[in-house]
């Protein structure tokens, strides 16, 4: 017990699998095999170092408070989620758990519990910027009717495919843009303290709105009820899980989202090559969709958001694929994206709230197994975020190159080099209108968006 409270590891299921992942994720973090204990302790751990390329922004213009974040670093420039500096080490994320079958129900109920106790955007939390350990899972699974097994409590959604994956199997350090922007949800109040300061100057769509961040991130799980199961026919796997819940994340707090909830649906086919659980090689075709309200500054508001993708993994060759759009609740990060500085204006989260604004982007990925510990992978993501509003476009770029050498069943170590970049979509916008001055300025901050590189061990038992 003692040992599990300090090291954690991934879940036995979990503990042999050399290489890229291929399954029925909703089988492997759901349910049980029928020889499964009635408790195991499993969990996992990733020391890491990120180095940011990046330096300060320069060729601020316009007003005083503007001009006083010349020379400052931007947060997109620093490493999270302390964000004081380009470079930082850190336990990013140890996760102890127990999981197995309920004892006297003749392997009908099964239950999965995890925490975390890492540093990352879980436990820093954004309402006080204090640091906590918190409950990303907490389920039980009714397995009593045939074609629809029945999960209740805090789990993952059934949404966009990195967003189903065990943080532990992902074979990149950081989310694509894409899946980190429109489903990693960031769940925000009004901004209520100190001036609410027009940030840069921009002007932006009257559907957007200044905010602070309540809690942790949504991390992909939410309290709920969900109905899933799959179903084989020769080589052919169907499955499906649809999914009521609170429309809260893991914070466990109705009332900054009083009333509402979501419903979070995917549909998925796979074609088995051959081999089982994690280490199954397959194709996957899914499509997913999740629709909600979110209630801020005295209004609901409308959050939709869906995708579809596919996944293919056999031999030494992975290839997969999503595209993944999005409507109303638009994060849109820090409004100037500096940590704040005497004489500037006063940072403001931004959330586009309206269901007009939009959002969406897609990355490929591909990986390729040199030998049986070594894997090379390359991926390009891009995010187009408000493409609505011309003055108000942002888009970034990703292409990450990396690496993974698997020592033994329980290390793997990975090595990721990203060369981002970040613009103003329509910098025409900016020409004779009143914005011209902040939309400039936005050019000349994200052209400071420097590169990043990484490393970082998972240790697993």
Do not use: C
């Not at 103003?424 to 968006?449: E, I, R």
Request: net charge neutral; hydrophobic share 40%.
């Amino acid at each position: 017990m003692k040992r599990t409270l300090i090291v954690t590891a991934l879940l036995a299921t979990f503990g042999h699998a050399p290489a890229s992942f291929a399954t029925n994720w909703f089988e492997l973090q759901n349910t049980e095999a029928p020889e499964a204990p009635d408790y195991r302790f499993w969990g996992f751990i990733q020391p890491q170092f990120v180095h940011n390329t990046g330096g300060p922004a320069n060729g601020i213009t316009g007003a005083a408070q503007a001009r006083a974040y010349n020379g400052k670093t931007p947060v997109f420039n620093l490493v999270g989620p302390d964000l004081t500096s380009g470079d930082q080490a850190q336990i990013f994320r140890a996760r102890p758990g127990l999981r197995g079958k309920m004892p006297g129900t003749d392997g009908n109920i099964d239950y999965f519990l995890l925490a975390e106790l890492g540093n990352n955007a879980l436990t820093v939390n954004g309402s006080d910027s204090k640091r906590y350990a918190v409950l990303t899972d907490a389920t039980v699974t009714f397995n009593y009717i045939p074609g629809a097994r029945v999960r209740v409590g805090l789990g993952r959604l059934p949404i966009g495919e990195e967003a189903m994956l065990g943080e532990p199997t992902l074979d990149y350090l950081a989310f694509t843009s894409v899946t980190d922007g429109l489903l990693n949800e960031r769940f925000v109040t009004p901004y209520k303290t100190g001036p609410l300061a027009p940030a840069t100057g921009i002007a932006m769509n009257g559907g957007t709105g200044g905010a602070a961040i309540a809690g942790s991130v949504g991390a992909f799980r939410d309290i709920g009820v969900e109905v899933f199961d799959w179903f084989n026919h020769e080589k052919w796997e169907y499955a499906y899980a649809l999914m009521l819940s609170q429309a809260d994340g893991v914070n466990f707090n109705t009332a900054n989202n009083p009333g509402n909830h979501d419903v979070s649906g995917r549909l998925q086919a796979s074609y088995v090559f051959g081999g089982s659980g994690p280490r199954r090689k397959d194709i996957t075709a899914f499509i997913w969709h999740q629709d909600g309200n979110r209630y801020f500054n005295g209004a609901n508001y409308d959050r939709m958001r869906e995708g579809l993708g596919f996944k293919y993994v056999n031999d030494k060759l992975r290839v997969g694929s999503e595209y993944i759009k999005g409507s109303g609740m638009i994060y849109m990060g820090l409004n100037p994206a500096f940590n704040p500085v005497p004489g500037g204006f006063v940072p403001v989260q931004l959330m586009a709230v309206e269901s007009y604004n939009k959002a969406n982007g897609y990355y490929l990925d591909t990986g390729w197994k040199l030998t049986e510990k070594f894997e090379a992978e390359l991926r390009f993501d891009t995010y187009d975020r408000m493409s609505n509003s011309a003055p108000d476009e942002r888009r970034t770029n990703t292409w990450t190159l990396g690496g993974q050498y698997f020592y033994n069943n329980a290390f793997r170590f990975m090595v990721n080099y990203s060369r981002r970049s970040a613009s103003v979509v329509n910098p025409g916008t900016a020409v004779g209108t009143p914005a011209s001055t902040a939309l400039l300025n936005a050019m000349n901050v994200l052209d400071a968006t420097g590169n990043l590189w990484g490393v970082q061990m998972t240790y697993r038992y």
